[in-house]
T-cell receptor, first 115, second 111 residues
Framework: AQSVTQPDIHITVSEGASLELRCNYS??????LFWYVQSPGQGLQLLLK??????LVQGIKGFEAEFKRSQSSFNLRKPSVHWSDAAEYFC?????????????FGTGTRLKVLA | DAEITQSPRHKITETGRQVTLACHQT?????MFWYRQDLGHGLRLIHY???????NKGEVSDGYSVSRSNTEDLPLTLESAASSQTSVYFC??????????FGPGTRLTVL
């Protein structure tokens, strides 16, 4: 069955430290991949997406993600975390060019940033 | 600017009552989706639509229904609200081949 796994429920980092949030998927074909961020009481905002091409994707707010087909992963990274990055982060996959436009979401990773 | 709105933002209702949550988008997107968000489950798809008069069941559709009479709106109805339907509900829309854009959410409490 198709699935998305975010192994870390909570992550705590110090402000200025680097960050990596993990996302692994199980999907038959090469899917479209997304990272969203959700601040408390808010909706989801797209950070970045991968459809095809360069496997290193740049997003908003200084985030990037790398698609690794061999590892079925799409990990999110940021070189230096800011206090305003504290939020919940969701990885999602969709079926690609022959897909159904439906997302499968991971269960999320809640990021806490220490001053 | 184009946007997607949800109303109400907060709703308290009683078990057994019918409840309708509104979702309105001005993106002119064909695809619209309803999700519920619960701790430990992420977002789960309730219903979705690819266009006017088209509706489809998602993974957690029991107890919910939707109708699509125009491009802009996809109201979600809880036929007989249950405490298990206490959740935060998000509406989203997308065009063919694009990402989904999310509304601000509706927090529903069923007492």
């Amino acid at each position: 069955a198709q699935s998305v796994t975010q192994p870390d429920i909570h992550i705590t980092v110090s402000e200025g430290a680097s960050l990596e949030l993990r996302c692994n998927y199980s999907y038959g074909a090469t899917p479209y991949l997304f990272w969203y961020v959700q601040s408390p009481g808010q909706g989801l905002q797209l950070l970045l997406k991968y459809f095809s091409g360069d496997t290193l994707v740049q997003g908003i707010k200084g985030f990037e993600a790398e698609f690794k087909r061999s590892q079925s992963s799409f990990n999110l990274r940021k070189p230096s975390v800011h206090w305003s990055d504290a939020a919940e982060y969701f990885c999602a996959v969709e079926g690609g060019p022959s897909g159904t436009y439906k997302y499968i979401f991971g269960t999320g990773t809640r990021l806490k940033v220490l001053a | 600017d184009a946007e997607i709105t949800q109303s109400p933002r907060h709703k308290i209702t009683e078990t057994g009552r019918q409840v309708t949550l509104a979702c309105h988008q001005t993106w002119n997107h064909n695809n619209m989706f309803w999700y519920r968000q619960d701790l430990g489950h992420g977002l789960r798809l309730i219903h979705y639509s690819y266009g006017v008069q088209d509706t489809n069941k998602g993974e957690v559709s029991d107890g919910y229904s939707v109708s699509r009479s125009n491009t802009e709106d996809l109201p979600l109805t809880l036929e007989s609200a249950a405490s298990s339907q206490t959740s935060v509900y998000f509406c989203a829309s997308s065009d063919w081949g694009s990402e989904q854009f999310f509304g601000p959410g509706t927090r529903l409490t069923v007492l």
